[in-house]
Nanobody, 116 residues
Protein backbone atom coordinates (compact mmCIF):
# COMPACT_ATOMS: atom_id res chain seq x y z
CA UNK A 1 0.00 0.00 0.00
CA UNK A 2 1.03 3.60 -0.58
CA UNK A 3 -0.49 6.92 0.44
CA UNK A 4 -0.32 9.75 -2.10
CA UNK A 5 -0.98 13.45 -1.67
CA UNK A 6 -1.15 15.79 -4.65
CA UNK A 7 -0.64 19.54 -4.59
CA UNK A 8 0.08 22.42 -6.92
CA UNK A 9 -3.19 22.79 -8.76
CA UNK A 10 -4.81 26.14 -9.30
CA UNK A 11 -6.06 28.70 -11.77
CA UNK A 12 -3.78 29.75 -14.59
CA UNK A 13 -4.20 31.67 -17.84
CA UNK A 14 -3.77 29.94 -21.19
CA UNK A 15 -0.10 29.67 -21.98
CA UNK A 16 0.86 29.64 -18.33
CA UNK A 17 2.59 26.99 -16.26
CA UNK A 18 1.96 24.92 -13.15
CA UNK A 19 3.99 22.29 -11.35
CA UNK A 20 2.08 19.52 -9.63
CA UNK A 21 3.66 17.50 -6.83
CA UNK A 22 2.78 14.12 -5.39
CA UNK A 23 4.36 12.84 -2.18
CA UNK A 24 4.31 9.11 -1.54
CA UNK A 25 4.49 7.48 1.87
CA UNK A 26 3.65 4.27 3.69
CA UNK A 27 5.09 1.90 1.12
CA UNK A 28 5.76 -1.68 2.17
CA UNK A 29 7.47 -2.40 -1.14
CA UNK A 30 9.33 -0.41 -3.75
CA UNK A 31 7.55 1.73 -6.31
CA UNK A 32 7.58 0.34 -9.84
CA UNK A 33 6.01 3.30 -11.58
CA UNK A 34 4.21 6.54 -10.89
CA UNK A 35 1.86 8.39 -13.13
CA UNK A 36 -0.38 11.38 -13.49
CA UNK A 37 -3.95 11.00 -14.68
CA UNK A 38 -6.64 13.57 -15.25
CA UNK A 39 -10.40 13.55 -15.35
CA UNK A 40 -12.66 16.28 -16.65
CA UNK A 41 -16.41 16.37 -15.92
CA UNK A 42 -18.22 13.74 -17.96
CA UNK A 43 -14.95 12.20 -19.13
CA UNK A 44 -13.05 9.08 -18.19
CA UNK A 45 -9.85 9.23 -16.20
CA UNK A 46 -6.97 9.20 -18.69
CA UNK A 47 -3.25 8.74 -18.34
CA UNK A 48 -1.28 11.95 -18.82
CA UNK A 49 2.28 10.89 -18.04
CA UNK A 50 4.08 7.97 -16.43
CA UNK A 51 7.60 7.29 -15.18
CA UNK A 52 9.11 3.97 -14.10
CA UNK A 53 11.73 3.29 -11.48
CA UNK A 54 14.19 2.89 -14.34
CA UNK A 55 13.49 6.39 -15.58
CA UNK A 56 11.44 5.50 -18.63
CA UNK A 57 8.72 8.03 -19.40
CA UNK A 58 5.65 8.15 -21.57
CA UNK A 59 3.16 10.89 -22.31
CA UNK A 60 -0.27 11.21 -23.79
CA UNK A 61 -0.13 12.66 -27.28
CA UNK A 62 -2.11 15.67 -26.14
CA UNK A 63 0.61 16.79 -23.72
CA UNK A 64 3.82 15.76 -25.48
CA UNK A 65 6.24 18.64 -25.68
CA UNK A 66 4.38 20.60 -23.02
CA UNK A 67 4.42 18.43 -19.88
CA UNK A 68 7.37 16.79 -18.14
CA UNK A 69 7.21 14.13 -15.45
CA UNK A 70 10.11 13.73 -13.04
CA UNK A 71 10.94 12.35 -9.60
CA UNK A 72 12.94 13.29 -6.55
CA UNK A 73 13.67 9.95 -4.95
CA UNK A 74 15.11 11.47 -1.78
CA UNK A 75 11.78 13.19 -1.16
CA UNK A 76 9.57 10.34 -2.41
CA UNK A 77 7.99 12.84 -4.75
CA UNK A 78 6.90 12.86 -8.37
CA UNK A 79 6.32 16.09 -10.27
CA UNK A 80 4.40 17.11 -13.33
CA UNK A 81 5.68 20.30 -14.90
CA UNK A 82 2.95 21.68 -17.13
CA UNK A 83 3.84 24.41 -19.61
CA UNK A 84 1.89 26.11 -22.37
CA UNK A 85 -1.35 25.19 -20.66
CA UNK A 86 -4.55 25.13 -22.69
CA UNK A 87 -8.19 25.32 -21.58
CA UNK A 88 -8.49 21.67 -22.64
CA UNK A 89 -6.06 20.78 -19.83
CA UNK A 90 -8.65 21.77 -17.22
CA UNK A 91 -9.32 18.71 -15.05
CA UNK A 92 -8.70 17.11 -11.71
CA UNK A 93 -5.21 15.65 -11.78
CA UNK A 94 -4.57 12.45 -9.85
CA UNK A 95 -1.34 10.78 -8.84
CA UNK A 96 -1.02 7.01 -9.07
CA UNK A 97 1.70 4.64 -7.92
CA UNK A 98 2.21 0.99 -8.78
CA UNK A 99 4.35 -0.99 -6.37
CA UNK A 100 6.65 -3.90 -7.10
CA UNK A 101 4.15 -6.00 -5.15
CA UNK A 102 1.54 -5.13 -7.84
CA UNK A 103 -0.50 -3.10 -5.35
CA UNK A 104 -1.37 0.45 -6.27
CA UNK A 105 -2.65 3.64 -4.74
CA UNK A 106 -4.32 6.89 -5.76
CA UNK A 107 -4.21 10.39 -4.42
CA UNK A 108 -7.28 12.55 -3.89
CA UNK A 109 -6.57 14.79 -6.85
CA UNK A 110 -5.78 18.45 -7.39
CA UNK A 111 -7.89 20.76 -9.55
CA UNK A 112 -6.26 22.48 -12.51
CA UNK A 113 -8.29 25.18 -14.22
CA UNK A 114 -7.01 26.93 -17.34
CA UNK A 115 -9.08 29.96 -18.23
CA UNK A 116 -8.70 33.50 -19.47
Amino acid sequence: QVQLVESGGGLVQPGGSLRLSCVASGMRSSIYAMGWYRQAPGKQRDLVARITSGGSTMYADSVKGRFTISTDNAKNTVYLQMNSLKPEDTAVYYCNAVLISAMDGWGQGTQVTVSS
